[in-house]
């Protein structure tokens, strides 16, 4: 059983700083694509920040890229997500995607509860 537990989220001020956590189980965050989304009101999850599988190549949305700074460690089995220079903008649910291939089933998404991240002053 595939499980992504996300932490971190919380409130912070505009310019602060927060690191989410997605811990995983059933996957090895090291092996399979991981990628961050966010979540607005009323909208679709959007990408903000991914690693392609077991390759160090990372991807950022461009309303991101050089604020936040996606990273894993294999030990723990956890990848996070740094968030700097935080704005308003930038509120929003956050999800953990694994994406995994698995037999009979084509690609296979799976995602956590999400955390709630609110910047705000």
């Known amino acids: 059983q595939v499980q992504l537990v996300e932490s971190g989220g919380g409130l912070v001020q505009p310019g602060g700083s927060l690191r989410l956590s997605c811990a995983a189980s059933g996957v090895s965050v090291e092996t399979y694509p991981m990628t961050w989304y966010r979540q607005y009101p009323g909208k679709e999850r959007e990408p903000v920040a991914g690693f392609f599988g077991s390759a160090e190549t990372t991807s950022y949305a461009d309303s991101v890229r050089g604020r936040f700074t996606i990273s894993r460690d294999g030990a723990k089995n956890t990848v996070y997500l740094q968030m700097r220079a935080l704005n308003p903008e930038d509120t929003a649910v956050y999800y953990c995607?694994?994406?995994?291939?698995?037999?009979?089933?084509?690609?296979?998404?799976?995602w956590g509860q999400g955390t709630q991240v609110t910047v705000s002053s």
């Open positions: 995607n694994a994406r995994i291939f698995q037999v009979g089933r084509g690609y296979v998404n799976y």
